[in-house]
């Protein structure tokens, strides 16, 4: 029998960064070969420019490794050809989230959480010249350690891709688009969370409270990516300045074991009822007079409700079926609005961002306050107008109740409070498709508690889409 492999200490570390770090070294080795690309097209191109008409007129830049959209190429055309004439779309993309801890609630390391996902969307219209219908199907597999609940013992994760180790069918859903667009029905399986408190400008950010969803988001089994269930939503575009949502999803609470590859489409608890209305201002468009800047602006109400039972953690004798404690809820509002622009761009600047979610006090909810805050300066570079600098904080807050119950449960352990979490990044976009996420993470109060102090995760998110 071969013996397993045994890692210990800093090894660790080493282990946790192998499989990201192929990919991102297999990127690098091929930069010679890119830069000789780049320099014979550029060579046939001031070649062919004999004069004449063709003086005057751009030579079209030809697509190589280093500047093509996908890493995998155009597919010799055929990919353009099926979106374009069949209305079929793939997408595939590889993401890491690599932390190393010095600092920790509970022990210090270093780890990646990876995920590989495949998408594909289908507009009938194209397709069938049925108009307005169009499916999605995603699926991803994923893994990697918790860094925020294993290794920090934070509660605001330091990535918002964590959850599950899973191969799974995560969503996939039929929607159709009716009086011109200004009303969209959708069913099949996909998550609350997706549509829901998710800020715009999130992607930005790797700390889950900003990346993903608030901090309490899932305090009343709202579904969340990849564990979605059986769902249906109407949207209302009443006018191109303003929408109305309204979904039932499924609110199932062991969901990775009660749908554990995707394909069950189950709905075994009671579900969940979300609903938003949301305002965009100052959005370019077609048909809208250009102007020379743009100062574009969301701002989202909207709630989950979940009317079924939640159990008490003081009280663990008493069956969920006989708790007195019925429905529970999230309110949330956010905005994200431009606030600078250069005189070059329309999407060169300052864009800001807040959200609060609020759930009730009580003791079955261990967070009842999230607020969230930042900035991102995209191009703060000249020359480089697709990076990006980010700033976020995140302020999560121990309901009273429950730290009342705590209390009383445990007189001689130290007191919740509230955690706080600051986010710093630099989004480097080395190519179309390649992009490298440098940042810095520090908690104070870790886990609630100002008995343990700081933490610290250092890090990068890594994305390749192929």
């Known amino acids: ?36 690309d780049s320099v014979q097209n550029n060579a046939v191109a001031v070649a062919g420019d004999g004069g004449g008409d063709q003086a005057n007129t751009p030579a079209p830049v030809a697509q190589n490794l280093w500047n093509r959209q996908y890493l995998l190429g155009d597919w010799g055309g ?50 069938a010249g049925v108009k307005g219908l169009t499916f999605h199907v995603t699926g991803l ?24 180790r899973t191969e799974i069918l995560d969503s996939y859903w039929l929607a159709y688009a009716m009086l011109e667009g200004k009303v969209t029905v959708r069913f099949g399986q996909f998550a609350s969370m997706d549509y829901y408190g998710l800020q715009p400008y999130g992607g930005g ?35 191109p300045f303003m929408y109305f949502s309204v979904a039932y999803t499924s609110g199932n609470r062991n969901p990775y074991y009660q749908n554990p590859n995707g394909f069950q489409y189950v709905k075994h608890d009671s579900g969940v009822v979300s609903d938003a209305v949301g305002f965009k201002i100052d959005q370019p468009g077609t048909g809208k007079p250009a102007k020379e800047k743009y100062y574009p602006g969301q701002y989202e109400i909207g709630s989950t409700y979940n009317g079924g039972k939640f159990a008490n953690p003081f009280t ?27 005189k070059t761009s329309t999407s060169r600047g300052l864009d800001v961002l807040f959200g609060i979610a609020t759930s009730p006090n009580a003791t079955y909810n261990f967070v009842d306050k999230n607020i969230t805050t930042g900035f991102i300066f995209h191009g703060p570079i000249t020359p480089r107008p697709n990076d990006s600098i980010g700033f976020a904080l995140s302020y999560t807050h121990v309901s009273d109740n429950y730290k009342a119950a705590y209390a009383a449960e445990y007189p001689n352990a130290p007191p919740y409070s509230s955690e706080k979490a600051f986010e710093f990044n630099y989004l480097f976009q080395a190519t179309p498709y390649w992009s ?31």
């Open 1 to 36: 029998m071969v013996k397993p492999l045994q890692f210990h200490g800093s090894d660790t570390r080493k282990q946790a960064f192998i499989f990201p770090l192929i990919i991102i070294c297999l990127l690098f080795l091929a930069t010679p070969a890119l830069a000789q």
């Open 78 to 127: 055929a990919r353009t050809r099926l979106e374009e004439e069949k209305g079929i779309k793939f997408d595939f993309f590889y993401v890491s989230d690599m932390f190393d801890v010095p600092e920790a609630r509970i022990k210090t390391g270093a780890g990646a959480w990876n995920r590989v996902r495949g998408t594909m969307d289908i507009d009938f219209g194209k397709l």
């Open 205 to 239: 950010f790797l700390m889950e409270p900003v990346n993903y969803g608030f901090q309490n988001r899932f305090n009343d089994y709202a579904s969340f990516d990849p564990a979605s269930g059986p769902a249906g939503q109407l949207v209302v575009n009443p006018y």
């Open 436 to 466: 490298i996420q440098p940042t810095v993470q520090w908690y104070t109060d870790v886990g609630g508690l100002s008995k343990y102090g700081t933490g610290v995760a250092v890090g990068f998110r890594t994305k390749v889409t192929f």
């Open 316 to 342: 663990p004798n008493v069956p969920l079926f006989y708790s007195p404690n019925t429905s529970n809820y999230v309110f949330y509002f956010m905005g994200n609005q431009a606030v600078y622009r250069t």
């Open 141 to 164: 597999w994923q893994g990697g350690p918790n860094m925020g609940a294993n290794y920090l013992g934070s509660i605001s994760n330091p990535s918002g891709l964590v959850s599950q």
